[in-house]
């Protein structure tokens, strides 16, 4: 059965930064896509990046370009996300995401929907103070 393990949340000051980490177990890592979404309390879940299955590709909602990147390592099967320059707005509970389909990375459109995403984490929290 796949496990999806999120870690890193935690407290920050706004203009600080964090490192999310995503650890997968028993599937074949380097064959999927991965994205990062997060939930805002009282707001809906948004993608925040994703990356192809090769590590060669992403993608960044606009929000956070500039400021987050998302890397993996397809050896130790860990996803990751750091994210620098940190704002109030960034506040949520972050998600890791494996795409439904081996070997498949689609456009910004592919990332932003949930529904693309078949195995998520149960999330680590983000706060952000002002």
């Known amino acids: 059965q796949v496990q999806v393990v999120e870690s890193g949340g935690a407290l920050v000051q706004a203009g600080g930064s964090l490192r999310l980490s995503c650890t997968v177990t028993?599937?074949?890592?380097?064959?999927?896509?991965m994205g990062w979404f997060r939930q805002a309390p009282g707001k809906e879940r948004e993608s925040v990046s994703c990356?192809?299955?090769?590590?060669?590709?992403?993608r960044y909602s606009d929000s956070v370009k500039e400021r987050f990147t998302i890397s993996r390592d397809n050896v130790k099967n860990i996803l990751y996300l750091d994210m620098n320059s940190l704002k109030p707005e960034d506040t949520g509970i972050y998600y890791c995401?494996?795409?439904?389909?081996?070997?498949?990375?689609?456009?910004?459109?592919?990332?932003?929907?949930?529904?693309?995403?078949?195995?998520w984490g149960q999330g680590t929290q983000v706060t952000v103070s002002s």
């Open positions: 995401a494996i795409e439904e389909h081996p070997n498949r990375f689609g456009d910004d459109a592919w990332c932003r929907k949930g529904a693309n995403f078949a195995f």
């Open positions: 028993s599937m074949v890592f380097d064959d999927y896509s």
């Open positions: 990356i192809s299955y090769t590590g060669r590709t992403t």
